[in-house]
């Protein structure tokens, strides 16, 4: 229905205005745009939800994790971001002396 309703409108200023088509494309782009962008929140709510319940394999686990830490990241404080840093840096420096001998 609301996609027969964008189409009348389309017709409509194709018809009536010059710029009509370009108008339509615009709006067009719009609920593409919006479609997609729903359908990233309710597919990150599904995700949500699978984790919650335990419905993940461990794959998918992980890759969840990864994301929300990932996302959490931009909220870390800088002291915490100090100590996260020297962890890896220490790691690092583990793997590379590894790697030599």
């Known amino acids: 229905m609301y ?3 964008l189409l009348l409108v389309g017709v409509v200023l194709c018809f009536l205005f010059p710029f009509g088509p370009i108008i339509v494309g615009g709006i067009i782009f719009a609920v593409v745009v919006d479609q ?3 359908t990233m929140y309710i597919r990150e709510d ?3 939800i699978k984790n919650h319940l ?3 394999n461990r794959e998918e ?3 969840y994790e990864a994301d929300q830490e990932y996302k959490d990241i931009d909220r870390i404080s800088s002291e915490r971001m100090e100590v996260i840093n020297r962890k ?3 790691e690092l420096e583990r793997d590379n002396k590894n790697k030599k001998t």
Do not use: G, N, P, V
Request: charged share 35%; proline share 0%.
């Open 36 to 38: 997609y962008r729903q």
């Open 61 to 63: 686990s992980e890759d």
């Open 46 to 48: 599904i995700r949500t």
């Open 3 to 5: 996609f027969l309703m």
């Open 54 to 56: 335990k419905l993940m």
């Open 88 to 90: 890896i840096e220490a």
